[in-house]
């Protein structure tokens, strides 16, 4: 294959990308929006009904509900390739379920009020940085590791925390910091969807596949972003 045809072959997928690409995002957002109403909602009843203290007070359960969601989501990413779309999306549809069961806490610490107007502060951050992703240039594939590291360094920070430090403005400080990393990833991965397009063939279910791939992704950077801004800006209860 002459280089001129492979160059012809790449700018073909690139079109055929960029056409797919608005279709594939209104699917990433109907998908991420259902699951953000699937995870509040059961946040919501879990808490109204008082089931939440039953969970807490079972540290086997509460875990192995934890460990579940994060089986799921690595169960995802690495096998989409072999799950049929409908399994991906039960899936998907279960781990939105079971994360409302597990971040019901942040009803019981914080007020209403402050929780609905963090929220939409985050819904505004994350979709400016999702703009910014579609129509940046710069290649942001290189930086894919060093958020990723960022959000290992975010797990242990907090944990450090919590058991030895104790500092409120450690709090704060990683708080901020996983605000930074996570609006990092949500331009991150919002380019990775287009250039996933480009690599995969064009049947209705790889593109659905993508589609759920990528709204996963973008949940999990809304929900992490939700919840660092909250620990900043959140209200308490007392």
Same mark, same amino acid.
């Given at each position: ?58 540290? /086997?359960?509460?875990? +192995?509900? !934890? #460990? &579940?969601? %994060?089986?799921? $989501?690595?169960? *995802?990413?690495? =096998?989409?390739?072999? @799950? ?64 990723? /590291?960022?959000?290992? +360094?975010? !797990? #242990? &920070?907090? %944990?450090?925390? $919590?058991?030895? *430090?104790?500092? =409120?403005?450690?709090? @704060? ?66």
């Amino acid at each position: 294959m002459t280089e001129e045809r492979l160059y012809e072959l790449i700018q073909e997928k690139e079109r055929r990308a960029s056409v797919a690409m608005p279709a594939t995002m209104r699917k990433v957002y109907i998908w991420m929006t259902l699951a953000l109403a699937i995870t509040g909602f059961t946040a919501w009843m879990v808490a109204d009904t008082g089931l939440w203290f039953t969970i807490a007070s079972n540290r /086997m359960l509460f875990w +192995g509900m !934890i #460990i &579940a969601e %994060l089986g799921m $989501v690595f169960g *995802i990413s690495a =096998g989409i390739n072999k @799950l049929s779309a409908s399994v991906a999306t039960l899936l998907f549809a279960l781990y939105s379920l079971l994360n409302g069961v597990t971040l019901v806490s942040i009803f019981i610490i914080f007020d209403i009020g402050s929780i609905a107007s963090v929220f939409f502060i985050a819904a505004g951050m994350f979709a400016a940085m999702g703009v910014i992703g579609m129509v940046l240039k710069t290649d942001l594939s290189k930086f894919g590791n060093i958020l990723f /590291m960022g959000v290992i +360094g975010l !797990i #242990i &920070a907090s %944990l450090v925390n $919590v058991f030895f *430090i104790k500092s =409120g403005m450690m709090e @704060l400080i990683v708080s901020w910091v996983g605000v930074i990393i996570f609006a990092g990833l949500t331009m991150y991965d919002t380019q990775r969807i287009k250039q996933m397009l480009v690599n995969a063939d064009q049947p209705e279910e790889t593109m659905q596949k993508i589609a759920l791939l990528g709204a996963l992704s973008l949940y999990l950077d809304f929900i992490n972003m939700f919840l660092y801004l909250l620990r900043i800006f959140g209200g308490s209860r007392n």
